[in-house]
């Protein structure tokens, strides 16, 4: 991790901590009241309750927030129930891992009453950091690592007050470590599970009363997962280490440490699946002190495939319930028991209306958070409440409930979206009044090259500041290969970056090797990209694999993004319809078209190419929507679509807000929003792949002007926008344009 690319990447991941777009300083408008508390958030920002935890700590009043941030670097932020104030996020140390998410922190308080962290990981260095002083967040010391390989740290207290912290060590076992009496450094490992080649484990060690252990566990079967078949996890365990440190079984029969896989079959087995998986095991316990454990079971894919399943052990015998359905196996939930009989359970259900609900694809994992209520011990479940916010194809995982939390702040969770490049997902917290709020400065600022291909260099390092696997390349001299490359670049996770035709752009080849892209996706023919661009790639740059898209005219190389992207297990779908013979209204329609997961198809203004018919018919698609005016999509080719939706207005200006206004109700976020020129393809290309992984939409400028209908998506989402990013030099926008977004916002605040 010491190669050039890799200083690189942290250096444009530090200088992008706190989101800082390249190109300018961001002006700032006025603050705005949003339901999470900060997005910057990695894909898995924190992880379920089984991997990492305690993700968060109530100390007093103030609830404490760790949670991987840009970089995967640890992240903490607070908040204190009795004043409302909310303070952080603050970086809390630097975690090496590239493009991995499994290095989220873990929080524990030492006995002086300073906040620690243990992060980073993942079969590589367990890190360690403190805070300089109690009770304070904005700045951390880094302390001696824990173990030079070690993944999933989870944090306890003994009967004695020292620490416990388990994890899983290089060699798949489970380690545990005890701390001095100060709680800060830890001692030799003890190894409590066994692994072996064909046999690793995934565990949640949990803190019972009076500083005893509580842990489940499930199996995995190295040799099932080769095949890919839900990573091979099988089988539910729960064993307990009483206060004298003696391991038991759930009945206290005592059990031998460390403790392999015939030995936990035969001891400490609670649920035979019988080979189905079994995953996202979680353990807690409840008043009268049996151990209850939750666990998702289910086989196969789709709706209802998965149960989320109640264990509990009373009266010398396991008991069994149901509280839910949902699709994935990666779906996640946790449980608090309370007070008497009382049980609650926030789980993960439903889809997230992505693909990938088999094997070892967690792209349909997440959904929305539903809160589940027991009265009997968990005996019967009723549903209490959504949790996650309602919001079109958002979906939500790793619910965490609050260490000591109480009152408003009792359950952390997170955005999720299946990508690990990515560093934009919300935050949340939410408690007994439902998700607390918090005032979120609204930032204007702009992402700028010299010349075209430089701009779309400069947002591939705001998009993609640790890296990326893929690259996708166009030419920088037409639009149409480049637009339509605009969803299939997002279900990459790659940047879509423009070049010249006969070599790499200046600068190009350094911001390939400094994503550390292994794969280069070509869009276009050897007219559009000539040989010499492979070449290239392959001398120049990380890249080894070169694939070429293309066709004889813009409406094949169309059809051959779309086999690209096209997903056999999806069911029927949508497809967005443009011009081929007009940039403006694809440009647009590009970020909707890769947040619904879809291609973006040509036409011509009086007929449907045989080629988009093609792609229609592949793509099983049941509706067209359609962005352009009769003029550049006429009505008799609208009539031929299936269940066509048209977007249009008199100028591309209100073309774009409609395209807006639309995806708002369908897709997008409204916290984000790209500014471009109308007048100029290229930085709406280069902005439209941007908006994509923002959710945003893009909307157009002149040089000088903000247009009304631009004018009035700022008055409309003046109570929603956190940011507002301008695309291009200020020969393409002005260089008023920032102020004048920020003028138009504080003016309309207050209405």
Partial sequence: MDSFAHQLRRCVRLALGLLVFLGSTPSLAHAVEKPFFAENGASEATLSEMAIHPASVRIGSVTYIAYQGPGYDPYVASYDEATGAWDGPYRAGTNPLSLDTHGAPSLFVDAAGRLHIIYGGHNRTLLHSRVAQAGAINEWDELPYIDTAGTYPQVMQDSTGRLLLFYRTSAYDWAMRVSNVDRELFGEATIVLEGAPDTWWYADFRQGAGGTVHAAFVWVDNNVRATGVAWGRQNAYYMHRLADGTWTDAARVEVALPLDHASADTQVRIFDSQARPVNEISVKEDASGAPCVLFLTGEGAGPDAYTWTFARFAEGAWSFSSIAKTDHHFDSGAILPGAGAAIEAVVVVGENGAAGAVGQNQRGRGGRLERFVSSDHGASWSFAERVSPDEPLSAFADPQFVKDGSGRARLTFMEWNNDDTAFFNRMYLWGDDGLVSRDITVTVGRVAGAVRAQTAIEISKVGFPEGARTVVIATERDYPDALTGVPLASHLSAPLLLTAADGLSPGLAEEISRLGAKTAVLLGGRTALTNNIQTELLSRTTVRSVERLEGATRYDTALAISRKMYDPTREATRAVIVSGEGWPDAATAAPLAAALDVPVLLVRRDYLPSQTASALAEWKTTSAIVVGGDSVVSSGVVAGLPMPIRLSGPTRYET?????????????????????????????????????RLRAPVLFVTVDEMPPPTRNYLIENRLELTRVIILGATGSVGSSMESRVSKVLDLWRDL
């Fill in 656 to 692: 774009a807000y409609q395209v807006a206004r639309f995806g708002l109700d369908e897709a997008l976020l409204p916290e984000r929003l790209l500014l471009a020129t109308g007048a100029k393809f290229p930085d709406a290309i280069s902005g439209a792949s941007l908006a994509a």
